[in-house]
């Protein structure tokens, strides 16, 4: 069973940055397409940014240029690097892994490809 667990969330001020983190446990890492979505109070959970098993990269248009997806295949990790935070990127980030090995956009961005989900990690930017 695949685990996935977030960390790297927390209070940073408008034009700061974070770095989240999530660690994915279970079968072969490097196998998985992985994504972040995110979710703020009374809203959708909404795609950010994902990366293929080719480590192709895809973004939202409103993190475009300011988020960075990476993953470390040897440390079974995903990050998402975070620069010029906006209050409006205030939500709780979740980790998504699936077994998917292509690399359309159409399926990478959405939600319901991933199958396997983190807890999530709260980022709050103040004003």
């Known amino acids: 069973q695949v685990h996935l667990v977030e960390s790297g969330g927390g209070l940073v001020q408008a034009g700061g940055s974070l770095r989240l983190s999530c660690t994915v446990s279970g079968r072969i890492f490097s196998s998985y397409a992985l994504a972040w979505f995110r979710q703020g109070p009374g809203e959708e959970r909404m795609f950010v940014a994902a990366?293929?098993?080719?480590?192709?990269?895809y973004y939202a248009h409103f993190v475009k240029g300011r988020f960075t997806i990476s993953r470390d295949n040897a440390r079974n990790t995903v990050y998402l690097q975070m620069y010029a935070l906006k209050p409006e990127d205030t939500a709780v980030y979740y980790c998504a892994a699936d077994l998917y090995s292509g690399d359309s956009a159409y399926a990478l961005v959405s939600r319901i490809t991933y199958h396997d989900w983190g807890q999530g990690t709260q980022v709050t930017v103040s004003s």
């Open positions: 990366i293929s098993v080719n480590s192709n990269t």
